[in-house]
């Protein structure tokens, strides 16, 4: 491919900056997968709504990612692989 081809087909080269890219994914995606699609009606009742959908994305749903459990399962069985495998510092034998 020459350098004309990559740079017009290279993802950093849309003309979009990163966050706004964050920002229109987003956008797609959040309204699809919330449990309930109702209007809210006040900043209170939306960070309620946002919580519980996070609440159900990071501890209840399970995601192909990681092996089909959730994530935060997924954060806790990563936790105790890395405590179990942990080498304790004794200084006598680096003498």
């Given amino acids: 491919m020459g350098a004309a081809a990559w740079h017009r087909a290279h993802p950093d080269r849309t003309g979009l900056l ?5 920002h229109r994914e987003i956008q797609r995606q959040v309204p699809r997968r919330m449990p309930q699609r109702a209007l809210v009606t006040s900043l209170a009742q939306a960070r309620d709504v946002i919580a519980d959908w996070r609440r159900d994305y990071n501890e209840v749903r399970p995601h192909s990612s990681c092996g089909r459990i959730p994530p935060s399962q997924f ?3 990563h936790r ?5 495998n942990a080498v304790t510092f004794n200084p006598g034998l680096c003498q």
């Fill in 18 to 22: 990163d966050a706004e890219r964050v």
């Fill in 80 to 84: 105790a692989q890395q405590d179990n």
């Fill in 75 to 77: 954060a806790a069985n």
